[in-house]
């Protein structure tokens, strides 16, 4: 079982829709949760960290995080096409020492 | 502010030549990761520093690969002798503790 696990996509959803992208996790000790957002040939781009069960919401990016089933999700509100990118899910390790496990990300196509 | 520095951008070079990644981490940030992209393998962390200490080199994937930080504004990822196998793009990012994870722009190498 992988630490991090997203389906890979491609997530199409039309311009103005709820894309909705999914993320679970195999450590239960884990702390702190992370959504980047890459683009084609880019560095990932931190959008949003959550730390405690509940939803966190930044202007059109809801993030949500259940500990009890070990899943965090990220709702992208009213799609743009520029949305369009891989959305990595990154959650810290506490199996001795703190590290970033990243999922392999979920491509998103936002349709004009 | 000065985000994560990386030099080179590109690297070609041929089978069996030394390669050196450089990284410049935020400064404040104690945490330093040195990440590996493919498409077939997604992000994989190959080590990471804390307060300039190796803390986890788990990732690294052969006695070819090395990293040294020597202080807290710099750190490099060797490679010697280079493989095709390793043509990948090459992240470094920074962190305060296991808060908020920046990535640089990344290196990308390509071994002939």
């Known amino acids: 079982q992988k630490e991090v696990e997203q389906n890979s996509g491609p997530l199409s959803v039309p311009e103005g829709a709820i894309a909705s992208l999914n993320c679970t996790y195999s450590?239960?000790?884990?702390?702190?949760f992370f959504w980047y957002r890459q683009y084609s040939g880019k560095s990932p781009e931190l959008i949003m960290s959550i730390y405690s069960n509940g939803d966190k919401e930044d202007g059109r990016f809801t993030a949500q995080l259940n500990k009890a089933s070990q899943y965090v999700s990220l709702l992208i509100r009213d799609s743009q096409p520029s949305d369009s990118a891989t959305y990595l899910c990154a959650v810290t390790s506490t199996s001795g020492t703190y590290k970033y496990i990243f999922g392999t990300g979920t491509r998103l196509k936002v349709l004009a | 502010d000065a985000g994560v520095i990386q030099s080179p951008r590109h690297e070609v070079t041929e089978m069996g030549q030394e390669v050196t990644l450089r990284c410049k981490p935020i400064?404040?940030?104690?945490?330093l990761f040195w990440y590996r992209q493919t498409m077939m393998r997604g992000l994989e962390l190959l080590i990471y520093?804390?307060?300039?200490?190796?803390?986890?080199d788990s990732g690294m994937p052969e006695d070819r690969f090395s990293a040294k930080m020597p202080n807290a504004s710099f750190s490099t990822l060797k490679i010697q002798p280079s493989e095709p196998r390793d043509s990948a793009v090459y992240f470094c990012?920074?962190?305060?503790?296991?808060?908020?994870?920046?990535f640089g722009e990344g290196s990308r190498l390509t071994v002939l």
């Open positions: 990012a920074s962190s305060f503790s296991v808060g908020e994870l920046f």
């Open positions: 450590d239960r000790g884990s702390q702190s």
């Open positions: 400064s404040g940030h104690n945490s």
């Open positions: 520093f804390n307060n300039n200490v190796p803390i986890d």
